[in-house]
Every structure is written in structure tokens, then in C-alpha cells.
């Protein structure tokens, strides 16, 4: 695996125009592995939309941000046995659906949801074009199931059997979710008996992510109107790995968290930018979005983010290009 980078992304608005709007260079050395989003609640007095409709329209936006390009495809948001309106199941059915579109999609198996009979069936049915690999997806869990080693293994060989493949041609996603409460000491031993294990059950392609941004800005910044710095602990994981496992992938959240949850409106959410750096996430916290000047107060967390030491400036990227002229109000955040 070439990419440097894997990013696990909800496939919604935001991360569609930071795609959409990479740099070439940049888009060569990423592969996203977008987490299919749950249908939405319908609006009062509007229709809700089918499971199919739905699906189609996320990858619409998918082939459009990402043309003829791999991606990673899981569908971790949903029950393991999440079926269409016409009953298909809908990894399967959005793996097809994005192939049709020009996508070079690798499915992602969760090893958390291989009892579900349903599922199992279904991820045994994919069948992928050539070039096109499957990725185990393991959680936290998988971390202690290791530990009883006839076991895991065990379990792994029944998923590689389902999907007819070899360990050789998977890959396998080690992913650490939510790191904001973890200590990097207690968990990087634990991580590399993991890594050496599939390692030597025939694994070469490896991905470790995992995200440090709790769910909640309090937890990050304490005080409104204010501004804080958050160890990127999933980087200084990948980094301390590196020199016994030098090719291993990095991946994380972005500035989401893991745990953040969907559709929740919330009127009383602090305004907030989240800037990511090198091994810290720098971030701005304004106040509530029911108190004036409402959205209009990113303008002013923009300009904290560009007059800090940490910002890089406006020709390193588009997020910052956007940033400088957010922070000159040419434009509002929301």
C-alpha cells in the first residue's frame, strides 16, 4: 500500500469539499474509507427518503469528490444485518451501486459484527473486481481477543474463508477509536503484540487509526471564548510503531470524533474550528450559537487560528486558504 494516509470519514457535506477541493499531490497518497451515514429524519412535512435513495445519493457525491479512484466502504453506522427497502443488504448493494459509478471500492468487514448471520452472508457474497482487496476491520475488543491467540486466529481464517481471499491480499484496519481518555503508554504494547500477530498470520498491509477529539468541546476547551491544544495521540501511536513496524498506515477521524453522534440538532453548541498540526489539534471555542453574533463568530475564531504560531498559511492548502478568508469575513462558517 503506496498511501500514507487513511482518513475514516462519515461521507457527509464537510468532508466531501475537503476531497473534493485536495490537491493532487495530496489526493495520490490518501484512501478514504467513508463510513456510510444512517438515513437522515425527515424535515416536519417532508417525505423521508427510501434506504435506496438514500444510498444513491451518497454515492453520487461520492463519485463526484472521488472519481475513479479506490476508496474503503463500511457501513459501521448500521446494524450489521441493514438491508434496503427491497431487502439487499446495503454493503453489497452501495459496493455495487459505487462501482457503477467508477469507484474502485475495497469493502470493509467488521470483525465486531461476524456473528451476525446476516452479515456474514452477505460480505460472503461480494464479489470484487480485479485489483480490489477486502479490509478486517478491528476494534478494541479484537486488542483482548488477541491475547487468546487459538482463538482470534480462528476467527480470522473463518473470515478469510467466507470471503475467499488470502491474508496476503486483506487488509486489516486496526482502529483504536476514541483515544481521548487513553494513556499512550498503557496501549502501544498491546498494539504491537497485535500488529506482530497478523503479522505472522500473513498480513502485510496494516492500518492503525484511532482519534484523540472527545465528543464534546468542553471536554476540549474548558472555557467559552477561548482557545486549547490537544495531543494528537494517534499520531504519537503511529509514530512510536514506526521503527519496529515502518509499514504500517496511518489513519484517523479527521477533527471528528469517533462518538460524536448524527443528526443531532443542538441550539446551544459552542461555535468552534478545530486546526490540526503536527502532533496537536489547536482549537478555538466561541459560545453558544443562540447568542449573537451567532454564526458570524467563526470570523473571529478564524482570525485566532491564523494570528497563532500553529497556522501554516493560506498556500498550504484550501482548509487554509478558506480559514484566511473566513478570519477577513468573507464568509461564515456554519
Same mark, same amino acid.
Given at each position: ?64 469528490? *472521488? ?10 453506522? *448500521? ?34 459484527? *461476524? ?202 492548502? *484550501? ?16
Amino acid at each position: 500500500m503506496k498511501q500514507l494516509y487513511v482518513p475514516i470519514l462519515r461521507a457527509r457535506k464537510g468532508e466531501f469539499d475537503a476531497l473534493f477541493n485536495l490537491s493532487k499531490r495530496a489526493s495520490r497518497r490518501i484512501l478514504p474509507l467513508f463510513d456510510l451515514p444512517r438515513v437522515k429524519k425527515p424535515a416536519a412535512g417532508k417525505n423521508a427518503k427510501s434506504v435506496e435513495e438514500h444510498l444513491q445519493a451518497v454515492a453520487a457525491q461520492i463519485s463526484k469528490v *472521488w472519481p475513479d479512484k479506490p476508496i474503503f466502504l463500511d457501513a459501521f453506522a *448500521w446494524a450489521a444485518d441493514a438491508h434496503t427497502d427491497e431487502g439487499e443488504h446495503i454493503l453489497p448493494y452501495t459496493q455495487a451501486l459505487l462501482e457503477s459509478l467508477g469507484v474502485q471500492v475495497n469493502p470493509v468487514v467488521g470483525y465486531d459484527r *461476524w456473528d451476525a448471520a446476516a452479515y456474514r452472508l452477505a460480505a460472503g457474497q461480494i464479489l470484487l473486481p480485479e485489483g480490489r482487496h477486502f479490509c478486517i476491520r478491528l476494534d478494541s475488543d479484537a486488542l483482548d481477543d488477541i491475547i487468546d491467540i487459538d482463538y482470534f486466529e480462528e476467527r480470522i481464517a473463518d473470515i478469510l474463508s467466507e470471503l475467499g481471499v488470502q491474508a496476503k491480499h486483506c487488509t486489516v484496519l486496526f482502529d483504536l477509536a476514541d483515544l481521548s481518555h487513553t494513556a499512550v503508554i498503557d496501549l502501544l504494547p498491546r498494539l504491537s503484540h497485535g500488529l506482530s500477530e497478523v503479522s505472522r498470520l500473513g498480513f502485510v498491509h496494516r492500518i492503525v487509526a484511532g482519534s484523540s477529539i472527545p465528543d464534546s468541546i468542553v471536554l476540549a476547551v474548558k472555557q467559552p471564548k477561548s482557545v486549547g491544544l490537544i495531543p494528537r495521540r494517534e499520531m504519537l501511536i503511529w509514530q512510536s510503531l514506526s521503527f519496529d513496524f515502518p509499514d504500517v498506515v496511518f489513519g484517523d477521524y479527521g477533527v471528528r470524533s469517533p462518538r460524536s453522534m448524527e443528526d443531532v440538532i443542538a441550539p446551544d453548541a459552542n461555535g468552534k474550528i478545530r486546526y490540526t498540526t503536527d502532533k496537536q489539534f489547536f482549537i478555538a471555542r466561541g459560545h453558544s450559537m443562540r447568542e449573537p453574533p451567532k454564526g458570524a463568530q467563526h470570523c473571529v475564531l478564524a482570525k485566532k487560528i491564523v494570528d497563532s504560531q500553529y497556522f501554516v498559511g493560506a498556500s498550504f492548502s *484550501w482548509g487554509d486558504a478558506r480559514m484566511v478568508a473566513c478570519a477577513a469575513g468573507e464568509f461564515q462558517a456554519v
